[in-house]
Nanobody
């Protein structure tokens, strides 16, 4: 069982920045970030492979969000810049040893989720 600990959410004004962190309890997992707004389905935000050789982004965040990982601390970061009110959601990181991508079904392990609120 892999546990994921997320941090870094909060309230920010439109145009501001936040950095989310996700720390898996084990190393060498593919990681994805997803978000879910109230009354809406969960959507892919960004993903990164275990070796960081590949990344992927949703069109809605491309150019504003950056996913990266720090090997020394085994942390995956989601740097979110130029935030918009429509980015408001609960953000969750997910991990899998074998698969990664935009489909949440690719991931076996999920964090609890963290609230991000962007005010106008």
């Amino acid at each position: 069982q892999v546990h994921l600990v997320e941090s870094g959410g909060g309230l920010v004004q439109a145009g501001g920045s936040l950095r989310l962190s996700c720390v898996p309890s084990e190393r060498a997992y593919h990681v994805g970030w997803f978000r879910q707004a109230p009354g809406k389905e969960r959507n892919f935000v960004a993903g990164i492979t275990a070796t960081a050789s590949e990344t992927a982004y949703a069109d809605s965040v491309k150019g504003r969000f950056t996913i990266s990982r720090d090997w020394t601390t085994n942390t995956v970061f989601l740097q979110m810049d130029f935030l918009k009110p429509e980015d408001t959601a609960v953000y969750s990181c997910a991990a899998d040893k074998v698969t990664w991508g935009r489909n949440p079904e690719f991931y076996d392990y999920w964090g609890q989720g963290i609230q991000v609120t962007v005010s106008p």
